[in-house]
């Protein structure tokens, strides 16, 4: 008979699993299979669970109706782009942004929010983004690896911006409703947008990267004018996404696959996409969603094991007997978030340190909601943050620039996102402000 352990102390049958997984990684292993093996030596090695444990897991935990939305969304955004929807965004952002100085990076910086409220995903929105703007950014003057550290940064609203794939990910494995968590993440989404775009704004004034000079009301209306009347239809396909959710009429699964319908009745409509395109497409949103999907299945099992071990009531117990000071537990949450952001994928890290750091949560008083959109948060800024930040990499293969070039001049947005983030952590108001009573 296994027997679940009440006591908080860990031994080699944790510590040696934790040692091979960092093993793997540093070898080059995929994430999924460093995981999954961690998985089978912990549950060897403590003889906590049964083994045949980790073959149920696998299927049980995928088998839910929400991760149905995840290749939902990524074909979403694909589609976009094929089609060529997502330059109707980009008109419609150097437009609004036409009055100021540094328009076009500031636009730069609110098509990646855009494309982030449709495809859920940051990897998909730097890729897309980038292949559209780093070459205009610099045309009109920024250095190219600054250009590439303000698409990093702005893509990093695809999981802070609903609809995204993390909330629907973290809300599986803490047992809260993606749409909830959807309603509760736009605010401090778009203050991470706004804080991107203040910074940009600032830097290109100190810099002078972009010309250009104010113009008049009138001309800037008329500049908005065109290019929603080029391509407002584009807009109808986040429009869907956010009043399908948001009314409550749609949930996040269903709002992905109305989604994918319009674009797709959208781009035979205007002659932008074929029945050729679909072969490629659908291999392209398969292969993202290979990644994704493989890393959950192998993490649930994980969570199980390590539930049973104590490792989050020994987490909390280590941590509460450093210090039971909540601002500073809270701060040493984010420092952890950050770190594990900047080494390892959003999936796993959520799958993995979500049940560990929740029971602290709890411990301090912290409302639920409010932990996972700081905590998605947090892990957003590990995106921009080296060793192996996920968007440094992308638009690095883009361009061929140098990682630690980019890195270095994304420092500004990191600093900014972080002032964000701790707001998030300190001022519950912030996420719930958009969330019935009950949620407060």
Known sequence: MWQLHQETSLGWDFYGPVILFAALIALGVPVWAAIGLSTVAMLLASDILPLSLFGEALFDGIDAFALTAIPLFILTGD???????????LDVAEALTSWTRGGFGSATVLVCGMFSAISGSDAAGAAAVGRMTIDRLVESGYPRAYACALVASGACTGILIPPSIAYIIIGLVLGISAATLFQAALIPG????????????????????????????????????????????????????????????????????????????????????????????????????????????????????????????????????????????????ILILIAAGCVMETTPNIVILAPILKPLADEIGMNEIQFCVMMITALGVGFITPPLGLNLFVVSGLTG????????????????????????????????????????
């Open 401 to 440: 620039e140098s990682i630690l070039r980019i890195a270095w001049r994304a420092v500004p947005f990191v600093l900014t996102m972080l002032i964000v983030t701790l707001l998030i952590a300190y001022v519950p108001e912030v996420s719930t402000a958009l969330l019935p009573e009950i949620y407060r």
């Open 79 to 89: 589609v976009l782009v094929r089609t060529g929807l997502s330059r109707r965004f």
């Open 190 to 333: 778009i203050m991470i947008l706004g804080a991107i775009l203040v910074t940009n704004i600032v830097i290109n004034r100190r810099h002078a990267y972009e010309g250009g000079g104010a113009i008049s009301v009138r001309e800037w209306l008329s500049n908005v004018g065109r290019a929603l009347a080029r391509g407002w239809y584009a807009f109808i396909v986040p429009g869907i996404i956010f009043y399908g959710i948001f009314s409550g009429r749609l949930t996040p699964t269903e709002a992905g696959a109305t989604a994918v319908t319009v674009t797709v009745a959208m781009g035979f409509l205007l002659g932008t996409l074929r029945l050729a395109d679909f072969p490629a497409m659908m291999v392209g949103s398969a292969k993202v969603s290979g990644v994704i999907l493989p890393i959950i299945a192998m993490s649930l099992p994980l969570a199980q094991t390590m539930a049973a071990l104590g490792v989050p009531q020994g987490f909390v117990s280590s941590v509460t007997g450093f210090t039971d000071d909540p601002a500073t537990l809270i701060l040493m949450m």
